[in-house]
């Protein structure tokens, strides 16, 4: 199992690699839609790695019952089994990215602090259009809940703080990731 493990491992590596490879290959210049994507990408990763935080409410903590293999045998249950004995469903490994890629995703959710440092109603309504986008969750209802601003006036700002961000990624020389 080990060697089929690590047999997936470098063939995913491999393909992912000479995808990024020539993802990431110096191109003309960054657009708005590009930023937006890397941006969208960068939150899946941290949300993939790090998970939701904050309170997660109440948990029990009861301990499972386990029972021995006496227990077993004086039930009347016959010999125990353990669930997950067969081979892993390669699909659903996961492989971690690599270095490059995380400094990548590092980088760009550092962008609005660096760009948009004197647009703060833009970096606002950017990072709820982002949270929309990663939770899968209609943009219109959640500027709809706000009620403090109109959609195409939030739609604006949006387009605004992601252009800013692709001026100052370009003015900074920045590598444009190449779209598949």
Known sequence: MASLLAEYSERFRERENAVLAARYAPAEQWTPKAVGEAMLEALRWAQWSAGRTGPGGIKTVALPFIASLDEHLAEGWGLPEVAGDEDPDPRRLRVMPSPE???RHEAALDWPRIYLKDHEGSAKILALWLRCK????PFDAAIKARGTIS???AIQMRDKALSIISQGLDKDGEMLPKSD
Do not use: D, L, N, P
Request: net charge positive; aromatic share 0%.
């Open 101 to 103: 890629q995380i400094s």
């Open 134 to 137: 990663v939770t899968k969750k």
């Open 151 to 153: 959609r195409g006036a």
